[in-house]
Nanobody, 128 residues
Framework: QVQLVESGGGLVQPGGSLRLSCSASGVALDYYAIGWFRQAPGSEREVVSCISSSDEGSTYYADSVKGRFTASRDNAKNTVYLQMDNLEPGDTAVYYC????????????????????WGQGTQVTVSS
């Protein structure tokens, strides 16, 4: 069983930055691709990014965050990060990390149903 825990959310002004963390215990996260999703009130859950294992080395981003968000891994800390820069009010949502039973991001990595393990989510609010 993979248990994921997100942290790092909070309130930030437009143009600011946050770094989200996704960690796990008892399992090496580098065996899994990690997807980042977000869900705003009244909206469906949408993918933000997917990062494959270090060996595979691929990272994908939604068009809405490309150039502003960066996913990365620190295998020594067994943690995956989502660095979010130049945040906009439209980025306000609960952010989740999720893992499929795969070390690579599927072609349909944007589909939540492909992910087997989910964290509890962390709130990100972008507001002045």
């Amino acid at each position: 069983q993979v248990q994921l825990v997100e942290s790092g959310g909070g309130l930030v002004q437009p143009g600011g930055s946050l770094r989200l963390s996704c960690s796990a215990s008892g399992v090496a996260l580098d065996y899994y691709a990690i997807g980042w999703f977000r869900q705003a009130p009244g909206s469906e859950r949408e993918v933000v990014s997917c990062i494959s294992s270090s060996d595979e080395g691929s990272t994908y981003y939604a068009d809405s965050v490309k150039g502003r968000f960066t996913a990365s891994r620190d295998n020594a800390k067994n943690t995956v990060y989502l660095q979010m820069d130049n945040l906009e009010p439209g980025d306000t949502a609960v952010y989740y990390c999720a893992a499929p039973t795969s070390y690579f991001c599927y072609n349909n990595y944007h589909l939540p149903d492909l992910y087997d393990y989910w964290g509890q989510g962390t709130q990100v609010t972008v507001s002045s």
